[in-house]
């Protein structure tokens, strides 16, 4: 079977292994977080009930109760992809399995700790070239296999072990879920912060910690942005006329974290020691790929423009961040995640 999207691929890979090795997750314990995750999954009775008005639904039941994995044990689940959950606010993640004849899904359910963190973990896996569904917020699908959505602090997956499915079905398990999920969940905030003007429909990435900043926006050997002390990333991309590029928006817990970070990237850019003249100042350099990159700092925020196809298209995009910056978007920009 040929799944277009390797990482969640190895996602499907790891959790059936989890059949292999269900011993070392567990089942409801004393955990609180275990205890609310285990009654998001629908029960066999739940289905049924689901069924009467999603007849694809019908005969479907729950094989066993859930296991869970919580903290740095996600990797009994998800080996070495583990650390991508880790570098949010995750808690623990919950995986329970339904069958129908020969046919069977998995739900995964991952408490991430916050919305926004739910958003990014869910954005880390789509990009504008995906099928997208509507559900409380947008879901991405690959038909017949799999369907990733948010909804509050939970990342749902639902996922085939093996065989082609109905893409109705994939969704009516979500919504499932989803129904037993009573908040919401609002997107990032710090993605208000990206320009509107140009923006590419569901590019938009959240990330926290330098394992996802790698995964969701460019990976850099070093941490040169100090992405340990607590630093929230938002990142977008972006056509224009002239060129495509991508915008990246790094807020800080003090103006001075954010300075010495743009410092840095400029320093790793250049491999020098030149000094940035101001710290408002803006700096764009070419990086040596026929590529321009630059950056802005506006207080505890660093905007960086990247991929740009000259220093003039480059120089626009910071000046289009800085702007918005001082107007943020209203909510309704969330209708384009």
Not at 32 to 61: G, K, N
Not at 87 to 110: M, N, P
Not at 220 to 241: G, P, R, T
Request: charged share 30%; hydrophobic share 40%; aromatic share 12%.
């Amino acid at each position: 079977m040929k799944f277009p999207n390797l990482s969640l691929r190895l996602i499907i890979t790891m959790a059936i292994s989890c059949l292999a090795i269900s011993c070392a997750g567990r089942n409801v314990g004393e955990s609180p977080s275990e205890m609310t995750l285990h009654s998001l999954f629908p029960t066999s009775e739940q289905i049924a009930e689901f069924a009467r008005h999603s007849p694809i639904m019908r005969d479907w039941q729950r094989k066993e109760e859930p296991l869970f994995f919580s903290g740095r044990r996600i990797y009994d689940y998800m080996d070495g992809a583990g650390e991508l959950p880790l570098s949010y606010r995750f808690r623990v993640l919950g995986t329970a399995w339904y069958q129908k004849d020969d046919t069977a899904l998995e739900v995964v359910i991952f408490d991430m700790g916050d919305s926004a963190s739910a958003f990014g973990y869910y954005s880390i896996y789509h990009s504008p070239n995906d099928r997208f569904v509507q559900l409380d917020h947008r879901a991405k699908i690959t038909p017949g296999y799999i369907l990733v959505g948010w909804k509050d602090h939970y990342t749902v997956v639902v996922q085939t072990e093996k065989d082609e499915v109905e893409d109705d079905l994939l969704i009516q398990f979500a919504k499932a879920v989803m129904a037993n999920i009573k908040e919401r969940g609002e997107p990032p905030d710090l993605l208000r912060y990206l320009p509107r003007k140009d923006y590419i429909e569901n590019s938009a990435r959240y990330a926290r910690g330098k394992y996802a900043f790698d995964n969701a926006v460019m990976f850099i050997a070093e941490d040169v942005f100090n992405l340990k002390e607590n630093v929230e990333v938002a990142a977008a991309d972006y056509h224009s006329e002239a060129s495509d590029y991508r915008l990246v928006l790094l807020r800080y817990p003090k103006p001075e974290y954010a300075a010495k970070a743009s410092r840095a990237f400029f320093a790793k850019l250049t491999e020098s020691s030149l000094e940035i003249p101001a710290d408002d100042a803006m700096w764009i350099v070419n990086d040596k790929k026929d590529k321009w990159v630059g950056a802005i700092i506006d207080g505890q925020f660093v905007g960086v423009a990247l991929r740009a196809k000259d220093e003039k298209v480059a120089r626009t995009a910071l000046e289009t961040l800085r702007q918005s910056l001082k107007q943020p978007a209203d909510t309704d920009f969330e209708t384009q995640f």
